[in-house]
């Protein structure tokens, strides 16, 4: 006697039957034969899930003609109830969690009938489409020129500008990170400002975009004797010298100046028509930047100086534009006799706090009575901003895009030297430093590296 059992699934059906025949081989011997057949069939209502890619619970209908279960190998569906009893029709709730990938996903719900799959239903869930930009706003000088952008998407898109000065190139992609360059014409009038809109799907991401003025503006009854726009492609050796110094040379400060180049990177350099000084890690773990003094033999008496600078973020970040004096004796007339004026300096523990201050033998830091003053500069880090100072014979005032910083008098603080030495030629300096004792008072934070400070101009004014 032999047994055989054949079992087909088939559109929601499931069919067992079995065969009862003779063993023998005598063909006058009767062949008793009885099937029985039992078919499962199963009907959903949907057939099918599709939802978007938020959270969310969905619900499908089973009904069979025999006890069932559910299940899936999906981790981000789960099954309520996991079965139902025969002619009962049973909703089945299935909950997804949101889905935060960058595509479309799909898994399948069986329904299991005396251990077979009888029906598949199959659940998509959408994605959300993302995209964005390496950066939200840009800041050209007035000379053509050009950066790039990274567009990092999970679909199609598109980038538009809202003038015509500003060109895309490409403007527009697909899926992954695309390099997209943004170019600006030359401007020879006023600054300007336009957009550019990344659109995707039916979300925008706007990016502004701005363009300063070369623009020369003589205060009343000065005219301008020298500058560097920083327009070339190098910075001119005639007019400026680097310092190079080790870490800790003065006021604990942890950079080490240099002009050279550390790991194929400058510590100051000219792009888009902006001078940059950079302060980062190398790879031998020390912190470099720069410091670069503008006409240190010469210098200038008295006069109107000026500079356009964007300020780095990061706790630890000391950037500065000051001034000290031409060709020092340091043994006859060391600091602060010699004096030291401070036309900005900002740390990065304290965002966007500029300050202005003077050191002299009778007034300085070491004795807390120096003249100085802070204020609140909205966007100092990261924007453009103009610092200057008047400085005659008789006073110094600075000043923060125009408006008065410090105002000091040579009558109030004193005639002498050690009240007042700013009676001989001195020299405008842009730094960027690290640490130390002001820049590090509340501690350092080196994930903020690499950062850099922008200048835009130094522009010095003397009286006609």
């Given at each position: 006697?032999?047994?055989?059992?054949?079992?087909?699934t088939?559109?929601?059906?499931a069919t067992?039957?079995?065969?009862?025949g003779?063993?023998g081989?005598?063909?006058?011997?009767p062949?008793?034969?009885?099937?029985?057949?039992t078919?499962?069939?199963?009907?959903?209502?949907?057939?099918s899930?599709?939802?978007?890619?938020e959270?969310?619970n969905?619900?499908?209908?089973?009904?069979?003609?025999a006890?069932?279960?559910?299940?899936t190998?999906?981790?981000?569906?789960?099954?309520?109830?996991?079965g139902?009893?025969?002619?009962?029709?049973?909703?089945?709730k299935?909950?997804?969690?949101?889905?935060?990938?960058?595509?479309?996903?799909?898994?399948?719900?069986?329904?299991v009938?005396?251990?077979?799959?009888?029906?598949?239903?199959?659940?998509?869930?959408?994605?959300?489409?993302?995209?964005?930009?390496?950066?939200?706003?840009?800041?050209?000088?007035?000379?053509?020129s050009?950066?790039s952008?990274?567009?990092?998407?999970?679909?199609?898109?598109?980038?538009?500008a809202?003038?015509?000065w500003?060109?895309?190139?490409?403007?527009?992609?697909?899926?992954?990170?695309?390099?997209?360059?943004?170019?600006v014409?030359?401007?020879?009038?006023?600054?300007?400002?336009?957009?550019?809109?990344?659109k995707?799907?039916?979300?925008?991401i706007e990016?502004?975009?701005?363009?300063?003025?070369?623009?020369?503006?003589?205060?009343?009854?000065?005219?301008?004797?020298?500058?560097?726009?920083?327009?070339?492609?190098?910075?001119?050796?005639s007019?400026?010298?680097?310092?190079?110094?080790?870490?800790?040379?003065?006021?604990?400060?942890?950079?080490?100046?240099?002009?050279?180049?550390?790991?194929?990177?400058?510590?100051?350099?000219?792009?888009?028509?902006?001078?940059?000084?950079?302060?980062?890690?190398?790879?031998?773990?020390?912190?470099?930047?720069?410091?670069?003094?503008?006409?240190?033999?010469?210098?200038?008496l008295?006069?109107?100086?000026?500079?356009?600078?964007n300020?780095?973020?990061?706790?630890?970040?000391w950037p500065?534009?000051?001034?000290?004096?031409?060709?020092?004796?340091w043994?006859?007339?060391?600091?602060?006799?010699?004096g030291?004026?401070?036309?900005?300096?900002?740390?990065?523990?304290?965002?966007?706090?500029?300050s202005?201050?003077l050191?002299?033998?009778?007034?300085n830091?070491?004795?807390?009575?120096?003249?100085?003053?802070?204020?609140n500069?909205p966007?100092?880090?990261?924007e453009?901003?103009?610092?200057?100072?008047e400085?005659?014979?008789?006073?110094?005032?600075?000043?923060?895009?125009?408006?008065?910083?410090?105002?000091?008098?040579?009558s109030?603080?004193?005639t002498?030297?050690?009240?007042?030495?700013?009676?001989?030629?001195?020299y405008?300096?842009?730094?960027?430093?690290?640490g130390?004792?002001?820049?590090?008072?509340?501690?350092?934070?080196?994930?903020?590296?690499?950062?850099?400070?922008?200048?835009?101009?130094?522009?010095?004014?003397?009286?006609?």
């Amino acid at each position: 006697m032999k047994k055989s059992i054949f079992l087909t699934t088939f559109l929601g059906i499931a069919t067992i039957a079995s065969s009862l025949g003779s063993c023998g081989d005598d063909k006058d011997t009767p062949n008793n034969t009885s099937t029985n057949t039992t078919t499962v069939i199963v009907t959903l209502a949907p057939e099918s899930l599709t939802t978007g890619p938020e959270a969310a619970n969905l619900e499908f209908t089973v009904t069979a003609n025999a006890d069932w279960s559910v299940r899936t190998d999906a981790d981000w569906i789960t099954l309520r109830p996991s079965g139902g009893i025969k002619d009962t029709p049973s909703a089945v709730k299935a909950s997804v969690t949101a889905n935060t990938g960058l595509d479309t996903r799909s898994a399948e719900i069986n329904v299991v009938s005396g251990g077979n799959i009888v029906k598949t239903l199959i659940l998509s869930q959408g994605y959300e489409l993302k995209a964005s930009l390496s950066d939200t706003s840009l800041t050209f000088g007035a000379q053509e020129s050009s950066s790039s952008v990274t567009v990092t998407a999970n679909t199609d898109w598109e980038m538009t500008a809202s003038e015509s000065w500003i060109s895309l190139s490409p403007a527009k992609g697909t899926k992954g990170d695309t390099e997209v360059t943004v170019k600006v014409s030359g401007n020879d009038s006023d600054a300007r400002q336009g957009n550019v809109t990344l659109k995707y799907g039916d979300s925008t991401i706007e990016m502004k975009v701005s363009q300063l003025s070369d623009e020369v503006m003589a205060p009343e009854g000065y005219t301008l004797v020298w500058s560097d726009e920083f327009n070339e492609s190098s910075i001119p050796s005639s007019d400026w010298v680097h310092e190079n110094w080790n870490a800790g040379y003065v006021n604990n400060e942890l950079q080490t100046y240099t002009s050279k180049e550390i790991d194929g990177k400058r510590t100051t350099e000219i792009k888009d028509g902006f001078l940059h000084i950079n302060c980062f890690k190398g790879s031998d773990g020390k912190i470099y930047s720069g410091r670069i003094n503008a006409k240190p033999n010469t210098g200038w008496l008295y006069g109107y100086f000026e500079a356009r600078i964007n300020l780095p973020k990061g706790k630890g970040t000391w950037p500065a534009f000051w001034m000290m004096p031409c060709n020092v004796d340091w043994s006859k007339n060391p600091w602060p006799y010699c004096g030291e004026i401070d036309i900005m300096e900002e740390v990065g523990a304290d965002p966007n706090q500029v300050s202005s201050s003077l050191h002299t033998g009778n007034y300085n830091h070491t004795k807390g009575n120096q003249p100085t003053h802070a204020m609140n500069c909205p966007g100092a880090e990261g924007e453009f901003h103009v610092y200057a100072i008047e400085w005659t014979e008789d006073a110094i005032t600075t000043y923060v895009d125009g408006n008065v910083q410090l105002r000091a008098n040579r009558s109030e603080m004193g005639t002498d030297h050690d009240s007042w030495p700013f009676h001989y030629a001195f020299y405008p300096i842009l730094n960027l430093a690290w640490g130390g004792d002001w820049g590090g008072y509340k501690g350092v934070d080196e994930s903020a590296l690499p950062v850099t400070m922008k200048v835009d101009y130094v522009r010095i004014f003397q009286k006609r």
